[in-house]
């Protein structure tokens, strides 16, 4: 909005001399202040802040429903008239990934407001935006909303009435805490894996739970035949019991959330469970890899569990399914160890990547035997191919990223690798177990990756996460 003085503008008695060439424009810094208009002015190319005491004499103010503001400032015979609103905020960000709980949406201060209100749209198109919190605060913390989906922001100055117009657009999303692995080991809730073992003998699992001094509480589920297979499959931050049965591809499960049994079919022989958050919405979903074949199958938990499949892998390849290219959504993966020649292996890695439309991906890292143990060790939500070699106990990390050294010793003949975040700083710890003494032995990220040991099983013991 552009307008010409009319005449002398007050609080601009030096602008009396050149009231021609005086105007005021709507700036970014428009805004009412104690009943008061605040107007950037030009005068002669020069810019100035204005106050206009919309008290005195016959200046005033109307507020508009829509929430502008039209004025009429009369000074020395003359009037100029105009429109004003607030500013809306700028620099609004909502948070990408970065949280597990929320989306984090943050702006600068807006001159003039009191408060601002925050309207939010599963679409980029502002007409479909609904209102959803008002704030004094420059950040609003969203936890309603779906993890693994887009959302969009605009934010609105508000003053006694007054509201701006949209901010820029500012797009997030929350991440599924149910893609690492975490998830299908914190039993209690409280962010930190819990030690947690199965015996199939009689499908009794023994849990240390980390939010209550590490005290063990039992449970049962499971038996004969049936394989641990726990995920967080409601999606209320804690793991729920489940077990498959390779021979008949039966899964059961014991859902945290209101203790209820469930049970579907999906697999049967030859299909071992890879459960995992495939379509990032904060639900594991079922899933089975078919080692001779390479067959992938997946019930997908934000699609009413309808399958889906592919194929990668095949004989001699070992599943490991992990989010490497961060955006969320657990990409499916395999680790093929070759040997090629004078006693070299060498790791051979494909995947599928989720952000990359499921074109396969395959690259070369480890020299494992046995164990692939992906995961995030450096804290960047995305998960490092890693693997771990029984015979000494070596772990190779790629790129090795933040405090840990690339290649780290823990564990050795009769240990397996239990990595989880298990002190909850988000980055995972380096965690194995033996299952003829129960011992477990850890180096946590978040104290140094000093040694930690406990004991927990023992003989016809596995670990609960695998
Ligand atoms: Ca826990
Ligand atoms: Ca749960
Ligand atoms: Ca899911
Ligand atoms: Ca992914």
Redo the contacts with the bound molecule.
Sequence with gaps: MFLKAKSCLIMLAAACAVLSSVSVQRAAADFIEGGDLVLDVTIDSTNYRMHVFTNIGTNSLTVNADGTVDYLVVAGGGAASGYAGLPPPVRVTASSGTYTDRIAVEWDAAPGALSYAVWRSATPAPETARYVFETGALVFHDTAVTPGRNYYYWVKTRKVGLISDYSARADGWRRSRAVGRTAA??????????PAVYRAADGQWRIM???SGYTETIRYLGGPGYVSASGDYDGDGL?DLAVYNESTGAWLGMLSGDGRQGALALGGTGWEPVPADYDGDGRTDPAVYHALTGGWRVLLSGSAYTMAATTLGGSGYLPAPADYDGDGFTDPAVYQLRTIGDGWDLGYWQAQMSGSGYVPDTWEFGEGRRYPVSGDYSGNYRSDPAVYRETDGRWFIAGGAGPLAPVVTLGGPGYVPVPGD?D?DGVLDIVVYHAMTGRWLAQLSGSGYTLHSAILGGPDYLPAVR
């Design positions: 080991g914190d039993f209690d809730g409280d962010g930190r894996m819990d739970l980390s939010g793991a298990y909850g």
